[in-house]
């Protein structure tokens, strides 16, 4: 996201915009803790700890798949990045999933540092 010598960059402020873009399909509108939303091609449930700067995303039924992805704000060496990982049974349509899921998350990081910017810049 951005290296905390950048005048702004703060793990708190990728926080707040990562719950204003919570995943693949968001519209920026910001999610509460246990909120449920169409994102990820079905049912999915979020969790938000804000003392861990994490949301746990949770598939519920009907889903088109299954488990949890977690999306974590980190801080390390100075630079300020989000880290994405699955957990849930393995299925076929699980793993094949990941294959596209790398270029649509891609994108959801660059939303965060779009809104980060316009934050911290005004532009």
């Known amino acids: 996201m951005c290296h905390d010598s950048m005048e702004g960059c703060s793990?708190?402020?990728?926080?707040?915009?990562?719950?204003?873009?919570p995943g693949p399909g968001g519209d920026g509108?910001?999610?509460?803790?246990?909120?449920?939303t169409k994102l990820?091609?079905?049912p999915t449930q979020h969790f938000i700890d804000e003392n861990n700067l994490?949301?746990?995303n949770v598939a519920l039924e009907g889903h088109l798949l299954?488990?949890?992805v977690t999306r974590r704000v980190v801080s390390e060496n100075g630079w300020?990045?989000?880290?994405?990982?699955?957990?849930?049974?393995?299925t076929v349509l699980n793993f094949l999933s990941t294959l596209p899921a790398r270029s649509l998350w891609r994108d959801v990081d660059l939303r965060i540092q779009r809104l980060m910017h316009l934050e911290v810049f005004g532009e």
Do not use: C, H, M, W
Not at 12 to 20: C, D, E, S
Not at 29 to 36: C, E, R, Y
């Open 66 to 68: 299954s488990g949890t």
């Open 29 to 36: 509108t910001p999610i509460k803790d246990g909120q449920v």
């Open 80 to 90: 300020v990045y989000l880290e994405t990982s699955k957990t849930g049974e393995f």
């Open 54 to 56: 994490t949301v746990y």
């Open 40 to 42: 990820f091609v079905g």
């Open 11 to 21: 793990s708190g402020l990728a926080f707040r915009n990562l719950l204003r873009a």
